[in-house]
């Protein structure tokens, strides 16, 4: 879709690459990497394609849930890729705010896999697209509550299980949705009982938020904007998280005690375990996640701020560089090298993009054998 930010990213003239010494790089047919020495650079290496982060086009549902996911957060990122079966978020934090990027099936079948075959009869195709891409951005709007807490400190959502951040999620599409006007009502009931049947058949706990969102939505007693539906999905998730305990005890409170009781338990929970940082620059210096660390990257070639980095996975030797950018929106095209070689790299620019690399636990190999890593990142 023309509209969308991601799409309209790098279409500007190819730029030239002038640091051109390339050591020790891998070489990758389809399937497999091999070490080649590269002779010095006798000519320029250039980008042969646009860099842009990856694209599909969406049909005409997946477009208005795009339209309805940028009302919510205008600043989201959206990507479309043919291979991709379902919907996923990821938050990328950028000075002291969230950048929420979004990646989906351009199609609604594949999109809103696996809980769409419970949805369709119950809400419209349109609301179902609608609702998956508010989901997701409901997931970038806790990470970003929490990194952003309001004493000032930055919590790290990943102290809340996986169910408890989907049932937020879910929370904040559902209400996002009964805002609008003329809201659609059959929402709220298509989720829970969409959620409850999609588990069961698929043993699914993760997704198994039903019970959950049923019971925490009478927690909310206002909706008038955003905020009323972002301190909704928090409540649920901390409920949720009270649900669990209570659960894990033996069940002091009966199932149909009233949801306070969850929540109450759930905050508990949670401020034992949650890790708080000081400010985000604290929280961004000390979190860094694994994600990464099982591939090696080297950077290929560089271009002031802007770096051109592979990715090999260490298992498998297999070339990366495309899965990643796919999953992480890094923008991805090919370099041809000075000896006429295609390249696959991920660019990499600026000193805020290096960090988010480096945060989710790479290692980049510069051509002077230099190790970037968190932590060791001098220009
Ligand atoms: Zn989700």
Redesign the pocket.
């Known amino acids: 879709m023309s509209s969308s930010r991601a799409n309209s990213f790098d279409h500007g003239p190819h730029r030239a690459v002038t640091t051109a010494i390339l050591k020790g790089v891998l070489v990758c047919s389809p399937l497999v990497c091999s070490p080649l020495t590269l002779p010095l650079a006798t000519a320029q290496p250039h980008e042969a394609t646009a860099f842009s982060v990856p694209s599909g086009s969406p049909d005409d549902y997946m477009q208005a849930g795009a339209a309805f996911a940028r009302k919510l957060e205008s600043q989201v990122e959206i990507s479309f890729r043919d291979a991709q079966s379902g919907s996923?978020?990821v938050s990328r934090v950028e000075g002291d705010s969230v950048e929420c990027i979004l990646r989906t099936s351009p199609g609604i079948a594949e999109a809103l896999r696996p809980l769409g075959r419970f949805l369709n009869g119950r809400i419209d195709p349109k609301t179902q697209a609608v609702f998956a891409l508010a989901?997701?951005v409901g997931?970038c709007k806790l990470r970003d509550a929490l990194l952003n807490r309001s004493d000032g400190h930055a919590g790290d959502a990943s102290a809340f299980p996986w169910v408890a951040?989907?049932a937020a999620?879910d929370v904040y599409g559902i209400l996002s949705i009964e805002r609008e006007p003329g809201g659609n009502a059959a929402v709220r009931e298509a989720v829970i009982v969409s959620r409850l049947l999609s588990s069961a058949l698929y043993r699914d706990p993760h997704h198994a938020t039903g019970h959950y969102v049923s019971d925490s939505l009478a927690l909310c007693h206002r909706n008038l904007d955003d905020r009323d539906a972002v301190q909704c999905a928090i409540a649920t998730a901390y409920y949720t998280v009270g649900s669990l305990a209570n659960d894990a005890r033996g069940s002091p409170y009966a199932v149909d005690s009233i949801p306070e009781f969850f929540y109450e338990l759930g905050v508990q929970t949670v401020n034992k375990t949650i890790r708080v940082y000081e400010s985000i620059a604290q929280y961004k210096a000390r979190f860094s996640g694994a994600d990464l660390s099982r591939y090696a990257f080297d950077q290929i070639s560089r271009d002031g701020d802007s770096r051109y980095i592979t990715a090999i996975s260490s298992a498998q030797h297999i070339d990366a560089t495309r899965e990643l950018a796919d999953y992480y929106g890094f923008r991805m095209g090919e370099v041809v090298t000075d000896d006429q070689l295609h390249v696959t790299a991920l660019r990499i620019d600026g000193a805020e993009e290096l960090d988010w690399l480096l945060t989710l636990g790479a290692v980049v190999r510069t051509e002077d054998g230099e190790s970037l890593r968190k932590g060791n990142t001098a220009p």
């Open positions: 996923l978020s989901h997701e997931h951040q989907e999620a």
